[in-house]
Nanobody
């Protein structure tokens, strides 16, 4: 599977960004997710969307981030609103051919993009 992220950038606190991840067509039937990794920290799960549309979010982003999938365009999105400096990280999309895990852990996902940088200044 091939996944390519885009849409990262630098914004001020309170701003918004929309990340996109274009993937190989057959990946559209997989569990898709977004992870992020800040300098010196472990990669953490942000959000996931399952084949039936079920969404799951990390507590730190609930109410601010929205994950969505455009199956016609083979694209995964992450709409990020009310951004905070703590959201600064490299953001990765990831996929697994299995159902989305209850816990978003790195080891549950087989395929990864190269990442896109998000920087939020105060």
């Amino acid at each position: 599977a091939h996944l390519v992220e885009s849409g990262g950038g630098s914004v001020q606190s309170g701003g918004s960004l929309r990340l996109s991840c274009v993937f190989t067509e057959y990946v559209s039937s997989y569990c898709l997710s977004w992870f992020r990794q800040a300098p010196g920290k472990e990669r953490e799960g942000v959000a996931s969307i399952d084949l039936d549309g079920t969404r799951n979010y990390a507590d730190s982003v609930k109410g601010r981030f929205t994950i969505s999938q455009d199956k016609g365009e083979n694209t995964l999105h992450l709409q990020m609103n009310s951004l905070k400096p703590d959201d600064t990280a490299m953001y990765y999309c990831a996929a697994t051919p299995y159902l989305c895990p209850d816990q978003l852990v790195v080891t549950a996902f087989n395929y990864w993009g190269q990442g896109t940088q998000v920087t939020v200044s105060s």
